[in-house]
């Protein structure tokens, strides 16, 4: 048995003269790759990254719920990044602040804006890359100034966020693994 690292996930990688074939095993201990003694490990590698996504998913099915102190704990970190980003891209759309920052665990939403101006981010979002976050802070931001999901709106988000549709679209591919 090696230890292996594809990207940013560690695996165990078990040659066998039985193995017919690359076969990837996720268990609560880890992952495991089963591959012919003959496989080369580019090939290897190639296989496992292309089940990143699969694995990713298995791994958070597998994982236990966090207790509430850490939850409390990732909630003060992401109010300070998300804060810092606010505070970075408000400007960059008008005078409009937020009247309060609020996070929570939202089961079906990463933000919301309430007509008074509140801001709500679910603290999963630190486990998001940076560009993903960002696209839920400019996207509540821009609901201060437009209260819907019109071309105007979509327009705003995307005069700070160029690339914004792939971000909304990473969330929906990825975010129920977070």
């Not at 290897?44 to 409390?72: S, T, V, Y």
């Not at 891209?89 to 929570?104: Q, S």
């Not at 993903?132 to 988000?157: I, K, P, T």
Request: proline share 6%; aromatic share 8%.
């Amino acid at each position: 048995m090696m230890k292996r690292n594809a990207g940013s996930i560690e695996y165990a990688l078990i040659s066998s003269n039985s193995a017919s074939r690359v076969s990837v095993h996720v268990e609560p201990g880890g992952v495991r790759v089963y591959a012919p003694r003959h496989a080369r490990l580019r090939e290897i590698d190639r296989i496992f990254a292309q089940h990143a996504g699969w694995i990713r998913e298995q791994q958070a099915r597998l994982a236990p719920p966090l207790p509430a102190a850490a939850k409390a704990c990732l909630a003060k970190q992401a109010k300070d990044v998300i804060c810092e980003r606010i505070a970075h891209f408000a400007p960059l759309l008008g005078p409009r602040r937020p009247a309060r920052v609020t996070i929570r665990e939202q089961k079906t939403r990463w933000g919301s804006c309430s007509r008074k101006g509140n801001l709500n981010f679910n603290w999963k979002l630190l486990r998001a890359p940076r560009e993903a976050l960002d696209y839920v802070v400019v996207h509540e931001l821009c609901h201060l100034y437009e209260f819907n999901h019109s071309a105007r709106f979509w327009r705003m988000v995307e005069s700070v966020l160029p690339d914004y549709a792939q971000w909304k679209l990473w969330l929906a591919q990825h975010g129920q693994n977070l």
